[in-house]
């Protein structure tokens, strides 16, 4: 049997990869390396000592899919494939609800041919919109996603509740993803933002390198301890434990499970300064800017559900987290692509 991974060349994908070829499984590989390069699967082999099929194609081409799952014996699915420059969204979203929702119903029609009902799904904490308290925890409602990223993940998520509401036999994890940071310890794959990074920690992380001149502070006049906005970063390790983790407990059980993957403990955007200046021996120049429009002050995971029902806790800190992310930058200056 082999497991399709959709998206596993890119930065959470072949992290995940790697580590079911570590633990044994077969992998397919599915990308259209729209926002990955090959070459991050080229080091999994390397690292693994074992092989990927990577099938260059595209979720949303069905005959495609049709092939590929009667020309192999898949058990599950990992979906990581999508889009998710949340700027870019606001600009071209049907772009965002082709790739993401689209690419995913026709996925899931393929998988529903194929007799294949055991899917895992890369969700975002995005879906629970502004909350007022935290920590968040599974048994909130979902929210009102401030961009076209955000509703594609909260609709995907909807859609599959229906769908195993309408056939028992769908085993579905939904991962609600905090804020994901961090590179293999090796520092061989990690993530390789194609243009200006969005997110905060890579970006840190280009400051610190030479390679951007200052960070952008967005607003140090939230209602937080130190007025700059705190999120829940987990080490992209601890993620994919999360998903090996996950993949058990929908082989035993049918039906739909959301799962929180967050620390539980929120950092703010000095701290992650502070943070990554102290791994990187570097200093991280910043000037504040106003704040990002749809950005919240906080969020954080109530982490409890997975640790109960998965077994799972995240268990690297923040300082391994910088550490990483540091040692994949310094010796890729560049990503993936050389200079
Ligand atoms: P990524 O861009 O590095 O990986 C996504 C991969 O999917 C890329 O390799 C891309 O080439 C591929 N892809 C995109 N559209 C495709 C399509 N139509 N067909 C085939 N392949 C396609 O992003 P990532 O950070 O690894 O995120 C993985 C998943 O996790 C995404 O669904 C993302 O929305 C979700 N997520 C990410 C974060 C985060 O901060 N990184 C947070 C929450 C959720
Ligand atoms: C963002 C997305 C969210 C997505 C998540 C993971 C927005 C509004 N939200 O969340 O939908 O699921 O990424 O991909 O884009 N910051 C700076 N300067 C920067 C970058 C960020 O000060 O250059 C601050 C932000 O204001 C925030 C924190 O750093 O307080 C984290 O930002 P980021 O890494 O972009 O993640 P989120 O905003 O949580």
């Known amino acids: 049997m082999s497991i399709l991974v959709t998206g596993g060349a890119g930065y959470i994908g072949s992290h995940m990869v790697l580590s079911l070829l570590e633990h044994g499984h077969n992998v397919i590989v599915l990308d259209n390396l729209s926002n990955a390069s090959s070459e991050s699967l080229r080091r999994v082999e390397q690292m693994s000592g074992r092989q990927v099929i990577l099938v260059k194609g595209d979720i ?12 192999h014996d898949i058990s599950d699915v990992l979906h990581f494939a999508g889009l998710k420059a949340v700027g870019q969204s606001v600009e071209h979203p049907l772009r965002y609800f082709d790739n993401n929702v689209s690419g995913t119903l026709t996925l899931c029609q393929a998988m529903e041919a194929a007799g294949i009902r055991r899917l ?16 968040i925890h599974e048994a909130l409602p979902t929210g009102s996603p401030t961009n ?8 995907v998520e909807e859609v599959l509740q229906d769908l195993a509401k309408a056939d028992a036999r769908w085993s579905i994890a939904l991962l609600r ?9 090796s520092g061989l794959i990690g993530e390789d933002p194609n243009d200006i990074p969005n997110n905060l920690v890579p970006f840190v992380s280009q400051v610190a390198v030479g390679r951007r001149d200052v960070l952008y502070v967005f607003g140090d006049d939230y209602a937080t301890p ?14 994919v434990e999360g998903h090996l983790c996950a993949m058990q407990a929908i082989a035993r059980q049918s039906g739909v499970n959301i799962w929180n993957l967050g620390t539980g403990q929120g950092y703010s955007v000095f701290e992650i300064v502070n943070a990554f200046e102290a791994a990187s021996g570097r200093e991280v ?3 504040i800017a106003p704040r990002r429009e749809g950005d919240i002050a906080e969020c954080w995971a109530d982490p409890a559900k997975a640790e109960r029902e998965l077994g799972w806790t995240a268990k690297r800190r923040l300082d391994v987290m910088m550490q990483d992310t540091w040692r994949w930058q310094v010796n890729n200056p560049e990503g993936y692509s050389p200079a």
Do not use: C, Q
């Open 226 to 239: 130190d007025g700059t906005g705190v999120r829940d970063y987990i080490h992209v390790s601890d993620l």
């Open 148 to 155: 076209p990223y955000g509703r594609s993940k909260l609709i």
């Open 285 to 287: 120049p910043y000037r």
């Open 177 to 185: 993803y905090f804020n994901p940071v961090g590179a293999h310890e």
């Open 120 to 135: 895992v799904f890369s969700s975002s904490a995005t879906v629970y919109g502004e909350v007022a308290t935290m920590p």
């Open 60 to 71: 949303r081409d069905r005959p495609l899919l049709d092939n590929l799952f009667s020309a």
